[in-house]
């Protein structure tokens, strides 16, 4: 049991905690330029197909992401490349970046986490300028898929592994909502209740990531996969995947 005295409710941010969480929620800030809104991760094909028709489907589809499909997998790539531009591991690095791309289920998803990847690089590069970033980006030696890129860009500029991961999560997972919404759809209430409801998934998932070896990677969502396949082909879409 710690007898450290606990920190002041009032207590202010330093200037460099300040800075971190100030980035961080402006990076997976729905409203920053990656373009996520035009990506679905298959739940388009899944809304067709009846699979999600309300609150309660979409969220035990969401579930089932997050606890064992991409949503474990993108934080646990985040992690290992967060260590190690963190550890200085240029080797390490591009072989996770290599690995998460090649991670990837379908065309479409492989666009999907590829496009925001390279989006969210550039922009951080030419509005938060840092040292060592354009040394990591090189280390990667190709694509970059979107959890990757957070990872890196988080450790280059110091915003703290676990606030990034869960950061990251809760962004994916408000954006797969989004796109349910647009798509049942529901009302900005229910939505929200969804987004409550995960919560502890979203908790827990990032939990298991932040301890995660790569050994641990894989996923069981086959109809998650099978939706993004079928997507490809689905006649009429409103999102990119």
């Known amino acids: 049991m710690s007898t450290e005295p606990a920190a002041s409710p009032s207590e202010p941010l330093s200037a460099q905690q300040g800075a971190a969480l100030y980035r961080l929620m402006t990076w997976l800030s729905p409203s920053f330029p990656v373009g ?5 991760s298959g739940l388009e094909w899944a809304v067709e197909a009846g699979d999600v028709t ?11 992401m997050l606890e064992y499909g991409a949503g474990f997998c993108d934080g646990v790539f985040l992690a290992h490349a967060y260590r190690a531009v963190a550890n200085n591991d240029e080797r390490g690095l ?13 065309a479409e998803r492989h666009l999907e986490t590829t496009t925001q990847g390279r989006a969210f690089i550039e922009i951080v590069r030419n509005a938060w300028a840092s040292e060592g970033l354009e040394r990591a980006v090189t280390a990667c030696d190709g694509a970059l898929a979107y959890p990757v890129a957070v990872g890196l860009i988080s450790a280059v500029h110091g915003v703290a592994l676990a606030a990034t991961l869960h950061a990251f999560l809760h962004a994916v997972v408000s ?28 908790i827990s998932t ?25 997507h490809e082909t689905q006649y009429t879409r409103l999102f990119r995947s």
Do not use: C, H
């Open 94 to 106: 591009r072989e996770i970046a290599e690995l998460s791309v090649a991670f990837v289920a379908s």
């Open 206 to 230: 990032g939990e298991r990531a932040l301890v995660a070896s790569l050994d641990d990677l894989g996923s069981a969502t086959f109809r998650a996969d099978l939706a993004g396949l079928r």
């Open 36 to 40: 996520a809104f035009s990506y679905s």
């Open 175 to 202: 954006n797969w909502i989004s796109a349910g919404a647009r798509l049942v759809p529901l009302g900005q209430t229910d939505s929200q209740r969804v987004l409550a409801a995960l919560e502890p998934v979203v």
């Open 54 to 64: 309300d609150a309660a489907s979409l969220r035990d589809w969401l579930a089932a």
